[in-house]
Each structure stands twice: as C-alpha cells, then as structure tokens.
C-alpha cells in the first residue's frame, strides 16, 4: 500500500512540475508539498544520490550551499541541489523529484541541498543527509526560531546519528549540537586585518554551558564567534581546518589541514564569506576531493553577490545592502560594514516585515537586539527609517544616540529618492529585508537618477 | 536613584534588553548596576529603586533560580515592603511555584503563586492590547509556555492571550512586582507605562523621546485595536 501511494505521489508531483513549466510559474516547492501531502513519508521513500550533503545553520547556507554546488559543477559533477527553491521539507522533496526517474530513482550522483534548521523534525526522520554542514547558529525570528539553544536542541534531538558533522569550531552554540556524530571542525585564526570586535548587543553564548561561570574570549570576531574557554576546563574545539592567513593583495587563503599547509584562491573579502568558503573547502576535502581540484574549480568560481551592489556616478557610490529582517545578527553586520566605510554617509532602512504590514502589526522587538549604535558616527549625515515602521525606527536610532536632526522618516519608500540630502554626502546605503528586494531596487533607480541629474 | 539589572548577560533574549538601555535615557543620573551570574546581587545588602529582569532561555531559568535561591527571603521582604520590579518575558517564572515540561519539573523560588507550563513543540507568537490602571498597553508574546496564577494579574485582557490560554489578565502584579509575558521594549512601547513607573519609583518628569514615542504608540495602537488585523 505504501509503495503504491508513493508511486502516486511522486507521479502527481512530477505532472505538477510539467504543468508548472508549460506555464512558466514559479513552483519552488509546490510539487514537493503534494507529495508529502499524498505520501507523508514520501522523503524516506524517494531515491537518494549515492552522496548527500545538508547545509544548515542560522546565516551563510545559501552561500555555502550554492558555493559547494558551484564548486562541484566546475569539477565535472552532476549535482542536485534546491538552489532555486525552497530549504523546507517540500522544498528539499521538490529538488529529489526534479533529480529522479519516473520509477524514483536518482538521476543524480550528489545532491548538495540547503535544510532549513526549523525543518530538522520535518526531513532527518526519513532523509539522511551522509553530511551535515552548520555554517552557525544565531539567534534569529523569534517566532520561528525562539532562540539559538532552542534550535541546537532540534538539530541535536533530529540530526541522524549517521550523518558526519562540518562545524564551525569558532561557534561555540553550533559546535556543540548532536555530541555523538562523527564530527570535522573548521575555523579561522584571527586575520591581520582584524581589529578587535566591538561590543554587540547580541551574543547568544556568554556563560559556561558546562559550569555556568562567565567565559573568558581570548579572541571575539563578532557576537559569540570566536575562540573561548572557562576556568572549568571547558573551551572552543580545535579546528581540522584551520585557516591561518587571508592574503587580499594577492587573494591567497592558507589553510592548515589537520597540521598539512594549504593555499587556495580566495574569492570574497569579506570575512564572513571567508567563513563560508572555508566551510566549502572542507566539506568537499572530506568528499575526498584534492587541493589541486578545488583550486581550479575556485578559479572559475565567484560568490553570487545578490546581497550587496554597488554603483558610482557623479562622485555618489550607493550601495545595496541586503539582510534578513527579523535577524539581528545579519542587519548589525551590515551596520558594522557601513560604520567601518569612510566618507560622508545617507543611510535608508527598508526592514518592514512585508508580510505584517497589510494584516497585523509587525513585533519590533527584534531591532533592539540589533546595533544600531554602530551608525551613531560623525561622519553619518542622515538616516532615513523607513515604511509603516518608521517612528520606530526613529525610536531606536534616537535610544541609539543619532542626533534627532539627522533622523528623517518616511511612510514609504517611494519617498526615499526625494528625501535624500545628496550634497551632503558621498556614500549612500540601501538597507533592506529579503522581501523588499523589488522595492529596493526601484529606490535604487530612482536615486541613481536623482545622482545622474546631480552633474 | 538605584537600578539593579539582573542577570543580562543571558537574560536578554527578543529584544528586552532594550528597556534598560531606554531607562538609562530616561534617567541620565541613575547609577545603574548589572549584576552577572557570578555576583552577588545588590538587592542582599542594599536596597535599589528598581529591579529588573528580562527573558531568558529554559535552560537559564534553572540558572537563575539556583543562584537566587539563597536570597529567597530578601526577594519576598522587596516586594513585601514596596521596591518596585519588571519582570519581562519568562523571567517571572522563576518567581514562581514550579515550571513543568513534558520530561521535567523545575521548582521555582515560591514567591509567586503561579505554576508554569512549558510546551517545547508550540509556540505561542501573538500581539497583546490589555488595560492596566486605565492606560492601554500594547506588546509582544513569544513563548512555550503559560501559567495558572492565583496572583493579581498584571493587565486585563483586550485582545490576545492572557496567563493562560482561559486567563483574562495577563501577567502579575503583587504590590510594585510587576511581571509580564509581555517581551521586548515594552517601556519604549508604553510611555504611560513608562512614566507611571517613573513617577513610582520617585522619577517624575518627561520620558526620553516622549513626542516619538508617543506617536509610535499611537499607531500602534490604531493597528491593535483594528479588528481586521489578526494577533497571531
């Protein structure tokens, strides 16, 4: 009965895909939905490639995900991946149906899909992954995701015992989730350029999970990234992959692999992204590729910019910013960048949660767990909240010390353009949500035709 | 003017630490104490004008009992004689009789007769409009859990979840111990909240950045209040 309700449901889901195509919709994760819906153990049942990776973790997966795909597609490999869909359960079951033979088998050697850390209970119990990748974990809607212990606990009880771990050593939250799997760590030797880290509102780990006592951060990158210990004997574990170097003239990153000297091409300069190609190295290192092989394909590969463009004209550089809403670590990143760029800066802040707008009222608490005290610089000339939001946002700016006079709101972002002070400054910066990508990048044409009409 | 934060290098979950960082602007010359973990509180030997804790993880609930435990009493004498408190989030719970999850029972410190219940598989997200003393309050609700309290209750219920799912008022308030569900900057959210707790601990005057944040209140309270707009 099972196998003949698993036949109908992947059947159903594949003319659901046709129908999808002839109709040039977007279907990220519908086929898989109706599946599921039809057969609830459809991703058990499902054929799987012969090697399956997992990326999970509160910020970097689609970056991790789509950089190992990218890695592994420039090396020959026939790769499955939900790149362009969805990270839930119908998701992940969208992209098997797409990679599989009308009987259900894999078409596909090795699928490199991105999980959402929420779906654990949802996809473990039926599909384990060979590897799992936790890029980190933050704290991030509380809502969906209540806080970072909560969400180490799902991944600890659902993660299969068989699936081997790639952890971020200099995450002390996420290195520590399911303590019995075979586990690989990577992390990063504080760089040359780095200066010490600023005190962050958020920092998810700050006592001993062992004994409670404060722990002591014999180096902080940012949040509770870093490398600590407590008197207790309890401390950050000891990366396989350690990266020792960044060389950004020359774009070098040296890596130490379990003691052996590496050298790969470096491909961002961003340090969070040196996070996310290192976790890339690693994972396809323990896949048993060879230095040599990843340095090619590194090559020919660039990290997918969508979260940040940048465009000058007139002696104006704007720069698009992109950020999760509703996650405080993503958006004080941002604000940290912006406060380390010099020259004379307008910032707009497009973060309305799009969804809560139009039907309820969204919960702001978040932004108080972000450092909107890193804008409150001399050289910041104005910052514009904006949205059904904006008087909050005006709030957190004035409790974050920015000078009222520099704080302009606007109900909407159409009014942004207008509002702008341009000649006053020379940097200016377009903050926003995932979902207002739309919105911002019409902002950003109608202010690089203001700029344009500056000359 | 004396104002002892409890805790908040863990308790400072969703937002709550914000509260404090808004007093401090409301109150440019209060010397404010954060009491770690590891510290003694201020409260054993002195006596602060206002206590505040915020909302912590479940696992940091049973810290934070453990370490207040040995200074019980104290909590009790506090709040018998007047000293004003904000409990926000879960941090109230701790106070309480018991918090029970489905494999665990946590005693908690009895001060308050509440007995929580957690639900690690649901969360409970809702907006909250509730009166309190004649003034609206407006808030947030993120949590696994609810209580059965034979307390006072903080606000009485418009729209939203109360204590429990059958409460109709939200949170517990024993002389100037106010405790709340109620997570976030609920002191930036409410300015008559705010300046009542001002004026009760001595502080009379203007709230910082009165005149914004009294226009965000107002329109957050319009959307609250607007029965087309769903809570959860």
Same mark, same amino acid.
């Given at each position: 009965?099972?196998?003949?309700?698993?036949? !109908?449901?992947?059947? =159903? *889901?594949? @003319? #659901?895909?046709?129908?999808? $195509?002839?109709?040039?919709?977007?279907? &990220?994760?519908?086929?898989?939905?109706?599946?599921?819906?039809?057969?609830?153990?459809?991703?058990?049942?499902?054929?799987?490639?012969?090697?399956?990776?997992?990326?999970?973790?509160?910020?970097?997966?689609?970056?991790?995900?789509?950089?190992?795909?990218?890695?592994?597609?420039?090396?020959?490999?026939?790769?499955?991946?939900?790149?362009?869909?969805?990270?839930?359960?119908?998701?992940?079951?969208?992209?098997?149906?797409?990679?599989?033979?009308?009987?259900?088998?894999?078409?596909?050697?090795?699928?490199?899909?991105? !999980?959402?850390?929420? =779906? *654990?209970? @949802? #996809?473990?119990?039926?599909? $384990?992954?060979?590897?799992?990748?936790? &890029?980190?974990?933050?704290?991030?809607?509380?809502?969906?995701?209540?806080?970072?212990?909560?969400?180490?606990?799902?991944?600890?009880?659902?993660?299969?015992?068989?699936?081997?771990?790639?952890?971020?050593?200099?995450?002390?939250?996420?290195?520590?989730?399911?303590?019995?799997?075979?586990?690989?760590?990577?992390?990063?030797?504080?760089?040359?350029?780095?200066?010490?880290?600023?005190?962050?509102?958020?920092?998810?780990?700050?006592?001993?999970?062992?004994?409670?006592?404060?722990?002591?951060?014999?180096?902080?990158?940012?949040?509770?990234?870093?490398?600590?210990?407590?008197?207790?004997?309890?401390?950050?574990?000891?990366?396989?992959?350690?990266?020792?170097?960044?060389?950004?003239?020359?774009?070098?990153?040296?890596?130490?692999?379990?003691?052996?000297?590496?050298?790969?091409?470096?491909?961002?300069?961003?340090?969070?992204?040196?996070?996310?190609?290192?976790?890339?190295?690693?994972?396809?290192?323990?896949?048993?590729?060879?230095?040599?092989?990843?340095?090619?394909?590194?090559?020919?590969?660039?990290?997918?910019?969508?979260?940040?463009?940048?465009?000058?004209?007139?002696?104006?550089?704007?720069?698009?910013?992109?950020?999760?809403?509703?996650?405080?670590?993503?958006?004080?990143?941002?604000?940290?960048?912006?406060?380390?760029?010099?020259?004379?800066?307008?910032?707009?802040?497009?973060?309305?949660?799009?969804?809560?707008?139009?039907?309820?009222?969204?919960?702001?608490?978040?932004?108080?767990?972000?450092?909107?005290?890193?804008?409150?610089?001399?050289?910041?000339?104005?910052?514009?909240?904006?949205?059904?939001?904006?008087?909050?946002?005006?709030?957190?700016?004035?409790?974050?010390?920015?000078?009222?006079?520099?704080?302009?709101?606007?109900?909407?972002?159409?009014?942004?353009?207008?509002?702008?002070?341009?000649?006053?400054?020379?940097?200016?910066?377009?903050?926003?949500?995932?979902?207002?990508?739309?919105?911002?990048?019409?902002?950003?044409?109608?202010?690089?035709?203001?700029?344009?009409?500056?000359? | 003017?004396?104002?002892?934060?409890?805790?908040?290098?863990?308790?400072?979950?969703?937002?709550?630490?914000?509260?404090?960082?808004?007093?401090?602007?409301?109150?440019?010359?209060?010397?404010?104490?954060?009491?770690?973990?590891?510290?003694?509180?201020?409260?054993?030997?002195?006596?602060?004008?206002?206590?505040?804790?915020?909302?912590?993880?479940?696992?940091?609930?049973?810290?934070?009992?453990?370490?207040?435990?040995?200074?019980?009493?104290?909590?009790?004498?506090?709040?018998?004689?007047?000293?004003?408190?904000?409990?926000?989030?879960?941090?109230?719970?701790?106070?309480?009789?018991?918090?029970?999850?489905?494999?665990?029972?946590?005693?908690?410190?009895?001060?308050?007769?509440?007995?929580?219940?957690?639900?690690?598989?649901?969360?409970?997200?809702?907006?909250?409009?509730?009166?309190?003393?004649?003034?609206?309050?407006?808030?947030?609700?993120?949590?696994?859990?609810?209580?059965?309290?034979?307390?006072?209750?903080?606000?009485?219920?418009?729209?939203?979840?109360?204590?429990?799912?059958?409460?109709?008022?939200?949170?517990?308030?024993?002389?100037?111990?106010?405790?709340?569900?109620?997570?976030?900057?609920?002191?930036?959210?409410?300015?008559?909240?705010?300046?009542?707790?001002?004026?009760?601990?001595?502080?009379?005057?203007?709230?910082?950045?009165?005149?914004?944040?009294?226009?965000?209140?107002?329109?957050?309270?319009?959307?609250?209040?607007?029965?087309?707009?769903?809570?959860?």
């Amino acid at each position: 009965m099972g196998a003949v309700r698993f036949y !109908i449901a992947l059947w =159903s *889901a594949k @003319l #659901i895909q046709l129908a999808i $195509k002839i109709l040039g919709k977007n279907g &990220t994760y519908f086929p898989g939905k109706a599946a599921i819906k039809l057969c609830p153990d459809f991703l058990g049942r499902i054929g799987r490639p012969r090697t399956v990776i997992g990326v999970t973790g509160t910020n970097g997966k689609t970056t991790v995900c789509n950089m190992t795909a990218d890695l592994l597609d420039a090396m020959g490999e026939d790769v499955l991946s939900n790149r362009a869909g969805s990270n839930i359960n119908a998701g992940v079951a969208t992209a098997l149906i797409e990679g599989s033979s009308l009987t259900g088998k894999s078409k596909k050697k090795i699928a490199v899909l991105e !999980i959402d850390e929420r =779906s *654990a209970r @949802l #996809i473990y119990p039926y599909f $384990k992954p060979d590897y799992i990748l936790c &890029t980190n974990l933050f704290r991030d809607s509380m809502r969906r995701n209540a806080h970072s212990e909560y969400i180490a606990s799902v991944l600890t009880e659902y993660i299969p015992k068989t699936s081997k771990l790639i952890l971020n050593a200099d995450d002390l939250i996420s290195s520590a989730i399911a303590p019995d799997n075979e586990r690989v760590y990577f992390g990063m030797e504080r760089l040359e350029c780095e200066s010490e880290a600023r005190e962050n509102i958020v920092r998810d780990i700050s006592v001993c999970p062992e004994c409670g006592r404060t722990l002591t951060f014999d180096f902080r990158r940012y949040h509770h990234i870093g490398r600590a210990r407590c008197e207790c004997g309890f401390a950050s574990k000891t990366p396989d992959y350690l990266a020792l170097s960044a060389d950004f003239e020359n774009m070098k990153l040296k890596v130490s692999e379990r003691g052996e000297l590496r050298e790969y091409s470096l491909i961002t300069d961003t340090i969070f992204n040196i996070y996310n190609e290192l976790a890339a190295i690693t994972i396809l290192r323990e896949l048993g590729k060879t230095t040599e092989e990843i340095e090619k394909a590194l090559k020919n590969t660039k990290v997918v910019q969508s979260r940040f463009l940048e465009e000058s004209k007139n002696g104006k550089t704007v720069t698009m910013l992109m950020a999760k809403g509703l996650n405080a670590v993503a958006c004080s990143r941002g604000f940290d960048y912006i406060s380390r760029e010099s020259g004379k800066k307008i910032v707009a802040l497009m973060y309305d949660d799009i969804f809560d707008e139009k039907n309820t009222s969204e919960n702001i608490a978040w932004i108080y767990d972000v450092d909107y005290e890193f804008l409150n610089t001399d050289d910041l000339v104005q910052v514009i909240p904006c949205g059904v939001r904006a008087a909050d946002g005006k709030m957190r700016l004035l409790i974050a010390g920015v000078p009222e006079e520099k704080i302009t709101p606007v109900r909407c972002e159409a009014e942004v353009a207008d509002t702008i002070r341009y000649t006053e400054a020379d940097r200016i910066f377009l903050l926003y949500d995932v979902y207002r990508h739309n919105i911002a990048t019409k902002v950003r044409a109608e202010v690089m035709k203001k700029i344009e009409g500056l000359a | 003017m004396q104002i002892e934060i409890l805790y908040p290098e863990i308790c400072n979950l969703f937002g709550d630490s914000g509260n404090m960082r808004y007093l401090r602007q409301c109150l440019p010359e209060a010397e404010f104490t954060a009491t770690k973990l590891c510290d003694e509180p201020l409260f054993v030997k002195e006596t602060p004008n206002f206590i505040y804790m915020g909302s912590m993880t479940e696992k940091s609930q049973g810290r934070v009992i453990e370490r207040l435990m040995p200074y019980r009493e104290r909590i009790d004498e506090l709040i018998d004689g007047g000293t004003c408190f904000l409990f926000t989030g879960n941090s109230m719970e701790v106070l309480g009789e018991s918090i029970k999850s489905n494999d665990d029972m946590l005693e908690g410190l009895g001060i308050l007769k509440i007995r929580a219940k957690r639900d690690m598989k649901n969360r409970l997200n809702s907006l909250f409009l509730g009166k309190f003393e004649k003034m609206d309050i407006v808030g947030f609700h993120s949590r696994f859990s609810t209580a059965d309290s034979e307390e006072r209750g903080f606000a009485e219920v418009i729209r939203g979840c109360g204590t429990n799912a059958d409460s109709k008022t939200e949170g517990v308030r024993k002389n100037n111990f106010f405790g709340t569900y109620l997570l976030g900057p609920i002191l930036v959210l409410n300015p008559d909240f705010t300046r009542y707790l001002l004026e009760l601990i001595g502080a009379e005057g203007k709230i910082a950045f009165e005149e914004t944040a009294r226009q965000a209140f107002k329109l957050r309270l319009a959307e609250f209040k607007d029965m087309k707009r769903h809570l959860d």
